[in-house]
């Protein structure tokens, strides 16, 4: 083109001053999801990042930062962007294949959950694979800067989106969390587009609430961190959850 257009005598004009986009992959960009981007975090990791991983997330990994600890052994970093928080949702509430909150889950191989919330897993959204990416790419070296001397292997089975709201399940009672130490992270704005809701460490009575988009609290799964679900008062709740190293 370039050749035909000198030799015709055609003014072309050519900058990598503007960013037009640029060119992807057709063979691995899907086009069936509501938000294709957030697949593209191997063909496309710096773009992905960009866009999905929050800047204080480098700077939470420091060696020499210190992370805040709102409870004992209950850490809180930035991961990702508020774009990906509610593009998360919206993916979600797109499936709407909720659960009903109760017992009997036929997700699940035994067909009973114990504790069970109104949620979503991540293979329902066709997103479980890329999730357990992000685990191994982004939260396990938090997780083995924090908990100093534990070799993570990010390995996650439960990996859902749950969802609190007044008039259906609005909190969840005490329990252990079936994993080595579980994420938590917020997904929408608390006072704004939710009241109440957050998590409360039993025996350190000690709750984190009002929790910060796209941050996600980390807290040992088994014996120590007993917890439950504070009542979120108004509006939706989702928080994204995953029991990692079960
Ligand atoms: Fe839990």
Redesign the pocket.
């Given at each position: 083109m370039a050749t035909n257009m000198r030799e015709k005598g055609v003014f072309m004009y050519v900058s990598n001053m503007e960013d037009y986009g640029h060119l992807v992959d057709p063979d691995y960009f899907p086009t069936k999801y509501l938000h294709n981007d957030m697949w593209q975090m191997k063909a496309n990791r710096k773009d992905w990042e960009n866009r999905y991983i929050s800047p204080e997330y480098w700077k939470a990994l420091s060696p020499t930062e210190l992370n805040e600890m709102p409870c004992p052994d209950v850490f809180w970093f930035p991961i990702f962007t508020p774009r990906f928080c509610k593009e998360l949702v919206e993916l979600a509430n797109d499936n709407g294949g909720w659960s009903d909150g109760s017992n009997n889950d036929p997700r699940l191989a035994g067909g009973y959950e114990n504790?069970p919330t109104v949620d979503i897993h991540m293979n329902q959204m066709d997103f479980e694979q890329e999730w357990l990416w992000i685990l191994r790419h982004y939260v396990k070296p938090l997780a083995e800067k924090v908990f100093l001397g534990y070799d993570s292997d990010a390995r996650a089975i439960m990996n859902f989106i749950v969802r609190y709201r007044p008039t259906e399940q609005s909190f969840?009672r005490p329990?252990h969390?079936s994993s080595t130490y579980?994420i938590n992270v917020g997904l929408n704005r608390p006072l704004i587009d939710y009241e109440g809701g957050g998590a409360r460490f039993i025996r350190y009575n000690c709750s984190v609430v009002n929790t910060r988009v796209g941050w996600s609290l980390m807290h040992p799964g088994r014996l120590t961190h007993y917890?439950e679900?504070l009542q979120t008062t108004k509006g939706t709740r989702y928080i994204m959850?995953s029991f990692v190293d079960p």
């Open positions: 504790v969840l329990h969390d579980t917890h679900g959850v």
